[in-house]
């Protein structure tokens, strides 16, 4: 049973930036595919970015791209999701998920990113 812990949320102005972190523990970190994901309310979960296991490729949805930035450290267990150039319309909550190339089995609770205008 793997369990992930999102931090690094919070309020900032459009433009600005934050850096999510999600550590991951009671597992093989390095075996899993991590990805990112946000809920917007009234909205469904969507993907952000998402980053392989094994050669670290990278990917994003079009509204982030170029914007954010996944990483991943695989001695510290964490995976991070670097924002920059905040829009309000990033505001949601933002999930951290881990699993295959086929599906995320574990998510984690999820932290607040809220951007005023």
């Known amino acids: 049973q793997v369990q992930l812990v999102e931090s690094g949320g919070g309020l900032v102005q459009a433009g600005g930036s934050l850096r999510l972190s999600c550590a991951a523990s009671g597992g093989t970190f390095s075996s899993y595919v991590m990805g990112w994901f946000r809920q917007a309310p009234g909205k469904e979960r969507e993907f952000v970015a998402r980053?392989?296991?094994?050669?670290?490729?990278?990917y994003y949805s079009d509204s982030v791209k170029g914007r954010f930035t996944i990483s991943r450290d695989n001695v510290k267990n964490t995976v991070y999701l670097q924002m920059n150039s905040l829009k309000p319309e990033d505001t949601a909550v933002y999930y951290c998920?881990?699993?295959?190339?086929?599906?995320?089995?574990?998510w984690g609770q999820g932290t607040q990113v809220t951007v005023s205008s």
């Open positions: 998920a881990a699993g295959s190339n086929i599906r995320y089995v574990y």
């Open positions: 980053i392989r296991r094994s050669d670290g490729l990278t």
